[in-house]
T-cell receptor, first 117, second 114 residues
Framework: AQTVTQSQPEMSVQEAETVTLSCTYDTSESDYYLFWYKQPPSRQMILVIRQEAYKQQNATENRFSVNFQKAAKSFSLKISDSQLGDAAMYFCAYRSVRGYNNNDMRFGAGTRLTVKP | GAVVSQHPSRVICKSGTSVKIECRSLDFQATTMFWYRQFPKQSLMLMATSNEGSKATYEQGVEKDKFLINHASLTLSTLTVTSAHPEDSSFYIC??????????FGNGTRLTVT
C-alpha cells in the first residue's frame, strides 16, 4: 500500500519569505498523481497544486511550486512570498491511477504552517 | 468550478441515535464519492469508497454496519452513523469525482455525540 510521510508537524515562516514543506511517499507504481492540499481553520480542503508522475517538469501555480524527485520519491512544496493567508494545515497526498483503488487518495499527516507578520 | 455540498455542517446528537450526513455534487455527476474522517490535528483517513449504484467499499477497520453509505444517484451520497457513541465524534468529509476529473471536497461535518 502507498504511504505518504510528512516529517514536519509544524513550520513557521516570516511574511514575504519563502518556506519549503517536505513530503515523501512510498509506492511501487510508476504512474500516479501527487497533490498538495491546504486546510485553513474553516476545514475546507483546497487544492494547491498537483503533479502527474509522468511529467518531469515541476508544477507551478503562482507563488506555489513543487520539487518533484521521482527517483527519491520526494515531493516538496515551496511557498514564495508567504502571505498571512497561507497559514493553514498542508497535506501532501498520493493517488494511484490504476487498480480498484485508483480513485482514492492517501494523505500525509499534515504540516501546520504559521506565517508571522 | 465544481462544487460539492455537504450537509449538515455541524450536528450534535445523543448517544444511541443515528445521524445522516449528505454529500451532493452540485454541477457534475459524481461517479465516485469518498468519505473521510478527520480527528483533531490529524490527517484525513479514508473510510469508504462508494460508486453510484453499487455497494460501498470500506477500508479495513471501518464497520460497515455502523457507517452506512448509500450512493443512490450520481449526485448524492449519504453517510449514516448508526447508534452513535461519543467516540464517533469527529469531522467527516466527503469528496467526489467523475471518472478522470480532479477530486472535489465538501466543507465537512462536525459530529458531536453527547
Amino acid at each position: 500500500a502507498q504511504t505518504v510521510t510528512q516529517s514536519q508537524p509544524e513550520m513557521s515562516v516570516q511574511e514575504a519569505e519563502t518556506v519549503t514543506l517536505s513530503c515523501t511517499y512510498d509506492t511501487s507504481e510508476s504512474d500516479y498523481y501527487l497533490f498538495w492540499y491546504k486546510q485553513p481553520p474553516s476545514r475546507q480542503m483546497i487544492l494547491v497544486i498537483r503533479q502527474e508522475a509522468y511529467k518531469q517538469q515541476n508544477a507551478t501555480e503562482n507563488r506555489f511550486s513543487v520539487n518533484f524527485q521521482k527517483a527519491a520519491k520526494s515531493f516538496s512544496l515551496k511557498i514564495s512570498d508567504s502571505q498571512l493567508g497561507d497559514a493553514a494545515m498542508y497535506f501532501c497526498a498520493y493517488r494511484s491511477v490504476r487498480g480498484y483503488n485508483n480513485n482514492d487518495m492517501r494523505f500525509g499527516a499534515g504540516t501546520r504552517l504559521t506565517v508571522k507578520p | 468550478g465544481a462544487v460539492v455540498s455537504q450537509h449538515p455542517s455541524r450536528v450534535i446528537c445523543k448517544s444511541g441515535t443515528s445521524v445522516k450526513i449528505e454529500c451532493r455534487s452540485l454541477d457534475f455527476q459524481a461517479t465516485t464519492m469518498f468519505w473521510y474522517r478527520q480527528f483533531p490535528k490529524q490527517s484525513l483517513m479514508l473510510m469508504a469508497t462508494s460508486n453510484e449504484g453499487s455497494k460501498a467499499t470500506y477500508e479495513q477497520g471501518v464497520e460497515k454496519d455502523k457507517f452506512l453509505i448509500n450512493h443512490a444517484s450520481l449526485t448524492l451520497s449519504t453517510l449514516t452513523v448508526t447508534s452513535a457513541h461519543p467516540e464517533d465524534s469527529s469531522f467527516y468529509i466527503c469528496s467526489a469525482r467523475n471518472r478522470g476529473s480532479p477530486l472535489h471536497f465538501g466543507n465537512g461535518t462536525r459530529l458531536t455525540v453527547t
